[in-house]
């Protein structure tokens, strides 16, 4: 069973989302409520685990930022995705910048949404409608800087190659793959999108089209949980 905590700060979408979770019987949901602290000060009460994916709406009523929201979350151990009208891209591009595992609009059909929280929890990255107009729609979001040598080692390297197999297949040293991939991770944080796992280089490569689309992505899912 899938963890689920859905914090929208419209009662009618989370009771819609429950029900939804419900229907779909591997999703249970074990927190609702409107704000990120809710749900903080009912983990710390309850003694619950972090949830495995929290369903975030992009603008709560309580004077929160998107990025407050989303880096809180992150770092108490849950993926969040994006559950919102995306009508604003740049607090979209905010949210995906600052740790967001994906976005799914409100719009989308509701076996869409379940199947979009299904993906973020096996770790994959959710790569849709939504997240594609985000990133497009802001080049700089999407550029990074990367060198040719540092764009073929993360191409290598995000498909799911160990580190010492790039750098044979490029004819480097592995110190030199290493390095690279030291440079692209300073690189990535230097614009604000860190990508500290392998599976958040394997997103930041399909966002600069450095890897269009992943071939089998439970198997890159699981090489880059290595």
Not at 160 to 170: F, H, K, N, Y
Request: hydrophobic share 45%.
């Amino acid at each position: 069973m899938t963890r689920i905590a859905l914090i929208d700060d419209h009662e009618s979408v989370r009771l819609g989302l429950e029900a939804a979770c419900v229907r779909a019987t591997t999703l249970v949901v074990v927190f609702s409520g409107s704000t990120v602290t809710d749900y903080v000060n009912w983990r710390a009460f309850s003694g619950s685990p972090p949830a495995d994916v929290v369903v975030l709406d992009l603008t709560l009523g309580d004077g929160t930022t998107v990025t407050e929201n989303v880096r809180r979350l992150a770092a108490d151990g849950s993926s969040v995705l994006i559950h919102s009208v995306a009508d604003r891209p740049a607090a979209v591009r905010e949210a995906l910048a600052v740790g967001a595992a994906g976005v799914v609009s409100k719009s989308s059909p509701i076996d869409d949404v379940t199947s979009a929280i299904r993906t973020v929890a096996h770790g994959e990255p959710l790569n849709n409608v939504e997240w594609a107009s985000a990133v497009d729609g802001d080049r700089a979001f999407a550029d990074a800087q990367l060198s040719a040598r540092e764009r073929d080692v993360l191409r290598l390297y995000a498909a799911g190659l160990p580190l010492r197999a790039v750098a044979d297949q490029l004819g480097v040293a592995y110190s030199t793959a290493k390095e690279n991939i030291t440079r692209v991770r300073i690189k990535y944080v230097e614009v604000g999108r860190p990508a500290p796992t392998k599976i958040d280089l394997l997103r930041r490569a399909m966002e600069d089209g450095i890897l269009a689309e992943p071939d089998g992505p439970a198997d890159l899912a699981e090489d880059a949980r290595r």
